[in-house]
């Protein structure tokens, strides 16, 4: 996995830096660029998705625990710990459906509080570190400086970052009404399955790509007119 992003996202900033009449898309020029960024790469992306796991346990943790105090107990809603917060945590919106039907009218408010809760959260947390891999890859510096500056630059530039932010979220919910679409013709459902494959990649290198503009715009090239 480290070595996948260190690659992929030093071929980003390749593309992006370089100007297009200099840089082939050949298949052959972009692979050296792959593995350059493996070399240069590889360690420091190791430590950031440890300290992000860390991280996110600990947001996780510190939101159960406020959830827990300020809105109620699991164990006393006669709800099953285990399957609640595995439903919380589930993407599968057909399992959400059914498990908010089988609730009585207070344990739903109650379950729809604490999913208010983590989503507000973590997307708290998402948005925060959102410029951390465009500083690394740009500075190289060490992944602990990386992540307060890169955090330091995220609250200086709310307005601007919060737009490409729910920009980027919209287009996720899109893509998951387009996934969830239900389909039953057997040809069109052969072709929903390869791009429900195809396009989450696709989108997911877009949001990529828009944030390395963007910093390369905003901080890098600002930095070279000094």
Not at 1 to 16: D, E
Not at 53 to 69: D, E, K, P, R
Not at 120 to 135: A, C, Q, S
Request: with cysteine; net charge neutral; hydrophobic share 50%.
């Amino acid at each position: 996995m480290g070595a996948v992003a260190s690659g992929l996202f030093y071929s980003i900033k390749k593309c992006i830096t370089i100007k297009a009449e200099e840089f082939s898309h050949d298949i052959k020029n972009v692979f050296p660029t792959f593995y350059a960024g493996i070399g240069k790469y590889y360690l420091s992306f190791l430590g950031m998705f440890f300290m992000f796991f860390v991280f996110a346990t600990l947001v996780i943790m510190g939101t159960f625990m406020i959830a827990n105090s300020l809105i109620c107990d699991v164990s006393e809603l006669g709800i099953d710990p285990n399957i609640f917060f595995q439903i919380l945590s589930s993407t599968d919106t057909s399992a959400i459906n059914t498990f908010i039907a089988s609730l009585s009218l207070e344990q739903q408010s109650y379950f729809r509080a604490w999913n208010r809760m983590f989503f507000f959260k973590t997307h708290i947390f998402t948005f925060l570190l959102m410029l951390w891999i465009p500083e690394q890859i740009y500075t190289k510096k060490n992944i602990f400086v990386t992540l307060f500056t890169s955090v330091k630059k995220v609250i200086k530039d709310i307005p601007n970052l919060l737009c490409i932010f729910l920009t980027m979220s919209f287009l996720n919910v899109v893509l998951t009404a387009f996934v969830l679409v239900p389909v039953h013709n057997q040809l069109l459902l052969f072709v929903f399955s390869i791009l429900s494959m195809i396009i989450p990649l696709y989108l997911l290198l877009y949001d990529f790509y828009t944030l390395f503009l963007y910093y390369q715009a905003k901080y890098v090239e600002t930095d070279d007119r000094g």
